[in-house]
């Protein structure tokens, strides 16, 4: 029977792509409002989407396991037996993947007794058998052994389940160097720690398959198995009952009794309302339109009205690319230009340079195989330097390319990863190409076969054809932009996405020679605690095991247990700094000294490995990497380099004023989250206290203790400052007693006394949870979004998280927006008043520069005037600048 014309047969085991799914997909961001957990569900029935698509089967059944016992663990009670408890957050997830599956017309199947893998084992080999072409679809290894000639096991990556590779015979061989029926007499050998079945020691993967290769057979190896020298030979002889049993246990059983045969797992029309009964209880709404697409019913959701418009719009294929130069390229862009309509860019980079670009409007594309100097795309490269609006998806990194290359660049307004944060600021939601196809267009972006030795022609996507996909993407997420985002992304995100570019490419100047001397002493200073706490416990211990912590402080020194962990109790910083406070030991003072030192050496040593070789370390910006919108950095990070302690003033030392300038400028907001509370809250207390020039701890410690301001003690000071920022973040009274280390009682009254003589702020932290509790999301007063799932959750857990998210969101969002705005508009006067200073680093609420000889007062007064004048608001914005020849000194 020709391949088109065979019928295909899919089974997938259920509870294994379902619990990778469940890993793959952060639990927090999939639970519907009354506190269901669904990502195991939504990455399941996304990946069941995509396999229907792409290999389009006749038949399809999903395999279950009923429970962890079955004839194996009757044969050996320790089967399986270390896999620890399923998590609470995945308990009801199958019942309603199940129910989400019959409203699709899937079948079922369990068998008691059996596992899923045997379900599908028995219906590969009936569908062989019957003629069909079968895909197993498995995160299990034993599902190998089912791989021939018409079995094809997909098998999904340790990403997740969205990618999966495709074992046939030559696949495994290619992997393994076996035949497929061969794994299970390697794992027998080897030993499968996620079943619990130990193998023989010391025998890898190489040693089994060298063995097989040798005798043949698994039965060959153990009856020449006193032949075998060496350990590993005498570990054979020792433990061959293992193998012989492994090699029982992990035998797929294919005559399995089950209820239907491959002829009854014909796919069947699916059940419209079911499918939307079922998807508006799992809150699934964009899933929902790709079903129903999938189904060929039209999907009515507000996302999936914009994805269904972006697919109308859509040529079959992406358009075929053409290679334009000079007056052609020149005319071109032109054309296209005129509309007012902006062209997508993209560029395929080698090591941080460009290659090939590629332009897409709706419908056309062109590729460019880039030259550097070459005159062919001198109008490239004058409509680059424009104003025309440019599409660019990973603006940054390509903006960097084009530098690199010499290339000025301007236009830049949209980016869809960007975008796609705004609408969803979640560190772990979709983020490449590939994703944002498929969540926005309902697509899947082209790509090749992973058997093909050459891909077809039209599996190949390069930057034209990505140019295009990300033009498409652009619109789609535009139509669901509400106004305040896309004034958020447009005159915030996409300006301050081209300063961040310019600060990753000037890097910031940092001695080495700084950096290792500081290394080398805390290396002795920690070499020096150790030996210290070794004496005091009088043995040796790695003081970076978590086991032999917990031993040397629960057992050996009998210390009060901290919180129990899966690995025992908890010795982490602050468990261990709790413990400390209330049960001072020399011993744990030293090890937490030790942990100060050895992670301060850390930071060193990324920083000092990112010192390129013009002696400047080039950070990279992460703009999508909160959910408030602050900028964090990576590679190295240097927002985690202390500023309290002497070591972390050192490390600053080094980072030093650039060769050719006069000196560095440090500019830093003064309690600008409080700023943004008094303004958000219309505290008058609060206002007034910022408007008197006094410090703000004072005057509110003596609102608040009836005393003069010159009468607030230290204490009382620290005790309301915590309290002031804690009240920002959600703490509670057992929080801030903690933090202070005071009774709760007493914490307790002093946020009573706060909110008698603050009540603006009482009001205002009251009522920020509950109008978004109304609409969903909190906003900055610059329109930031930030959506809560878990706000009316009846997960009492989830909800407070996320009410205590909700209290800060908008003071945090704001300060990120401010601090952007300052950027952009300083940036802007540097260019417009043509000088030559530059912004080095941005770290939390400071900003750093370089200052050209002579420009001082000019720059400070652009820097002052653009950061007090990022935003209106009812109080001042106070800015502090310093001056110094490094970092530190810079201080103020």
């Known amino acids: 029977m020709p391949d088109n014309q065979q019928p295909t047969l899919l089974v997938i085991d259920g509870h294994s792509l379902a619990f990778r799914a469940f890993y793959a997909l952060p639990v927090d ?65 199958v019942p309603l993947l199940q129910e989400a599956l019959h409203a699709l017309g899937i079948v079922t199947i369990e068998k008691e007794d059996y596992e899923a893998d045997d379900i599908l084992a028995t219906l590969a080999k009936k569908g062989v058998e019957e003629g069909y072409r079968v895909l197993v679809v498995s995160g299990d290894r034993d599902a190998i052994q089912l791989v021939n000639d018409d079995v094809t096991l997909l098998y999904p990556s340790r990403q997740g389940v969205s990618d999966l590779t495709r074992y046939d015979g030559a696949k495994v061989f290619e992997r393994y160097g076996i035949r497929p029926e061969q794994y299970p007499e390697v794992a027998a050998l080897v030993g499968e720690t996620s079943d619990n079945l130990p193998g023989v020691p010391k025998v890898g993967e190489k040693t089994a398959v060298k063995w097989l290769n040798q005798y043949g057979s698994l039965d060959a190896i153990l009856e020449h198995r006193d032949e075998i020298p060496g350990v590993v030979g005498n570990n054979l002889r020792e433990h061959a009952e293992n193998v012989v049993r492994n090699r029982k246990l992990n035998r797929l059983l294919t005559d399995v009794d089950l209820p239907v045969g491959p002829a009854d797992l014909e796919r069947r029309p699916a059940d419209e309302q079911q499918i939307r009964d079922v998807f508006a209880r799992l809150e699934f709404r964009t899933l929902l339109d790709r079903v129903l697409k999938l189904e060929g019913i039209a999907g009515d959701s507000e996302v999936g009205q914009a994805a269904a418009a972006a697919a109308a719009e859509k040529a079959e294929n992406a358009p075929t690319p053409v290679t334009l130069l000079d007056e ?27 290659i090939a670009i590629g332009l897409a409007t709706q419908h056309e594309t062109v590729f460019l195989p880039w030259t550097t100097g070459s005159r062919d795309y001198a109008p490239f490269e004058e409509w680059l330097a424009g104003p025309a609006p440019k599409i660019f998806f990973e603006a940054k990194r390509q903006v960097k390319a084009l530098r690199n290359a010499g290339l000025a660049v301007d236009g830049v307004s949209f980016d ?41 022609s039209d599996t190949v996507v390069g930057p034209a054809e990505e140019a295009w996909y990300a033009f498409r993407v652009a619109r789609a997420l535009t139509a669901q932009l509400d106004e305040r985002t896309l004034r958020v992304l447009t005159e915030i995100e996409m300006p301050v996405l081209m300063v961040l570019a310019e600060m990753e490419l000037t890097g910031v100047t940092v001695s080495h020679d700084e950096l290792s001397a500081l290394s080398a002493e805390l290396g002795e200073s920690a070499s020096t605690i150790a030996t210290e706490a070794f004496g005091i416990i009088g043995r040796e211990v790695n003081l970076g095991s978590p086991k032999q912590i917990q031993e040397v402080l629960f057992d050996q020194l009998d210390m009060p247990k901290t919180r129990a962990t899966k690995t025992g109790y908890s010795t982490d910083a602050g468990a261990l700094a709790d413990l400390q406070a209330s049960n001072p030991h020399p011993f744990l003072g030293l090890l937490l000294a030790h942990r100060d030192a050895t992670k301060l050496r850390q930071i060193i040593e990324s920083v000092d490995k990112a010192i390129a070789p013009d002696k400047r370390v080039h950070t990279t910006y992460v703009q999508t990497g909160s959910s408030t919108g602050r900028i964090s950095s990576t590679d190295p990070n240097l927002q985690n380099i202390p500023v ?54 004072r005057f509110v410690g003596s609102r608040i203790f009836s005393v003069d301001p010159e009468d607030v003690t230290p204490n009382m000071r620290t005790k309301v400052k915590a309290m002031s920022y804690g009240l920002a973040y959600g703490l509670s009274a057992f929080g801030l007693s903690k933090q202070l280390r ?35 999301y909190t906003e900055t007063i610059f329109g930031r979004r930030r959506p809560f799932a878990n706000l009316n959750s009846t997960n009492r857990v989830l909800r407070d998280n996320d009410e205590r998210a909700a209290l800060n969101a908008p003071i945090q969002g704001t300060a990120a927006d401010i601090i952007k705005i300052a950027m952009i508009d300083i940036l802007a006067d540097l260019r417009r008043q043509e000088l030559t200073s530059r912004l080095l680093l941005q770290v939390h609420d400071e900003l750093v520069f370089d200052v050209a000889p002579g420009e001082w007062d000019a720059l400070e007064a652009i820097v002052t005037t653009r950061m007090s004048r990022a935003a209106d608001l009812s109080v001042p914005l106070e800015v502090q600048v310093g001056r110094g020849q490094n970092w530190n000194d810079a201080a103020h």
Do not use: C
């Open 416 to 456: 869809p990863v960007i975008a796609a944060w705004l609408l969803k600021p979640d560190a772990s939601a979709d983020r490449s190409l590939a994703q944002l196809v498929d969540r926005h267009l309902l697509e899947i972006l082209p790509t090749p076969d992973p058997n093909q030795l050459v891909p077809d």
């Open 644 to 697: 309290r302690t002497e070591e972390g003033r050192r490390i600053r030392q080094a980072f030093q004023v650039g060769e050719g300038y006069e000196t560095l400028l440090t500019a830093d907001y003064s309690q600008i989250e409080m700023r943004i509370m008094a303004h958000l809250s219309r505290d008058q207390g609060l206002i007034d206290a910022f408007h008197s020039g006094e410090d703000l701890h």
């Open 328 to 354: 052609e390229l020149a005319g071109w862009l032109a054309r296209h230009g005129s509309t007012g309509e902006a062209i997508s860019v993209q560029i395929e980079t080698i090591d941080g340079y460009p």
């Open 29 to 93: 961001s999939f639970s519907t409002r009354d506190g269901q957990h669904t990502n195991a569900i939504h990455g399941f029935i996304a990946m069941l989407v995509n396999l229907l698509k792409a290999e389009k089967p006749t038949h399809l059944a999903v395999a279950f396991d009923i429970s962890r016992h079955s004839f194996r663990t009757r044969e050996y009670p320790e089967y399986k037996g270390t896999r620890g408890e399923t998590p609470a957050e995945f308990i009801g997830q």
């Open 742 to 776: 005071i009774e709760t009682a007493e914490a307790k009254q002093l946020m009573s006394d706060y909110f008698e003589r603050f009540g603006g702020v009482r009001d205002y932290l009251r009522n920020v949870v509950v109008q978004a509790k109304v609409d969903g």
